[in-house]
């Protein structure tokens, strides 16, 4: 069974810094490319950032852009954001997703989310 | 590429035919699915292709559309189906989502 599983979302003051962190398990994590998608509460979705298999090829959106850095760790299946310089319109439940088998971004599978809240 | 949902709330009673649209700024070919959320889960993959039902999607639920204009039609609403509802384009790696549709029952 495909499981993805966040951790590290913390109430975190403006300007501070989160590590967020996605564990992965009933795939081959190493040949997945893999996304980060948040939502504000309320909101709609927003993806966020994704790297390629080998981790060599990365994307950004433009609101997280030079304050973001998504990575990964094929050795032991995580998948990781780290998250610098927040703001408040930073809170949002961030989902880590898993490419499509075919390798197409479109999601199938979505951690269960983890609240980052941006607030003094 | 941005994506226009709409309506953006629909209240429809159970067994009508609901209709939702999402319109791109700009072509995407057929690299669009739908999503649906509800409250407190994680987003379900309903749609890809366009017209691709994901696995275990239910017949009811189907898609078109092709380039700037697509459709994700349910044909006869159930009470399970309220629910948000997203579209996504992936036909590049800059991804983005529709603003969603509300679907409630009346």
Known sequence: EVQLMESGGALIQPGGSLRLSCANSGFDFSSSAMTWVRQAPGKGLE???SISDDGIKIYYADSVKGRFTISRDNSKNLLYLQMNSLRAEDTAIYYCAKDYDSG????????????????? | IILTQSPGTLSVSPGERVTLSCRASQSVSANLA?????????????????????????????????????????????????????CQHYDSRILSFGGGTRVEIK
């Open chain 1, 104 to 120: 197409w971004p479109f999601f199938e599978n979505w951690g269960q989310g983890s609240l980052v809240t941006v607030s003094s």
């Open chain 1, 47 to 49: 993806w966020v950032s």
């Open chain 2, 34 to 86: 739908w999503y649906q959320q509800k409250p407190g889960q994680a987003p379900r993959l309903l749609i890809w292709g366009a017209a691709v039902r994901a696995a275990n999607v239910p017949a009811r639920f189907s898609g078109s559309g092709s380039g700037t204009e697509f459709t994700l039609t349910v044909a006869s609403l159930q009470s399970e189906d309220s629910a948000l509802y997203f």
